[in-house]
């Protein structure tokens, strides 16, 4: 069974830091598209960055140049760091990992923490 566990998330003030991890277990990481996701109250879950199996990378643009994904295969582990963080960065942050072929799509997802970004 694959399982995504979230961590890293918290309170902090603008212009704050904070590092997400997503250890993935279960499954073989590497071949996994990993994206960071994030749902704000009263809004629809939006794309906050993705990484790729290949290692290529995207990010929404609101975030462009704050943040940035990574991933360590050796660790089974996406991450997500975030800086200069304003108050519309705050959200639950989801850890998704994606892959798909002509044969098998696979999506799973995590439980989500919390990011709160507030003086």
């Known amino acids: 069974q694959v399982q995504l566990v979230e961590s890293g998330g918290g309170l902090v003030q603008p212009g704050g830091s904070l590092r997400l991890s997503c250890a993935v277990s279960?499954?073989?990481?590497?071949?996994?598209?990993m994206g960071w996701y994030r749902q704000a109250p009263g809004k629809e879950r939006e794309l906050v960055a993705v990484?790729?199996?290949?290692?290529?990378?995207n990010y929404a643009d609101s975030v462009k140049g704050r943040f940035t994904i990574s991933r360590d295969n050796a660790k089974n582990t996406a991450y997500l760091q975030m800086n200069s963080l304003k108050p519309e960065d705050t959200a639950v942050y989801y850890c998704?990992?994606?892959?798909?072929?002509?044969?098998?799509?696979?999506?799973?997802w995590g439980q989500g923490t919390q990011v709160s970004v507030s003086s």
């Open positions: 998704n990992a994606k892959f798909w072929s002509t044969i098998v799509t696979l999506n799973y």
């Open positions: 279960g499954s073989r990481f590497s071949i996994y598209d």
């Open positions: 990484i790729s199996s290949g290692a290529s990378t």
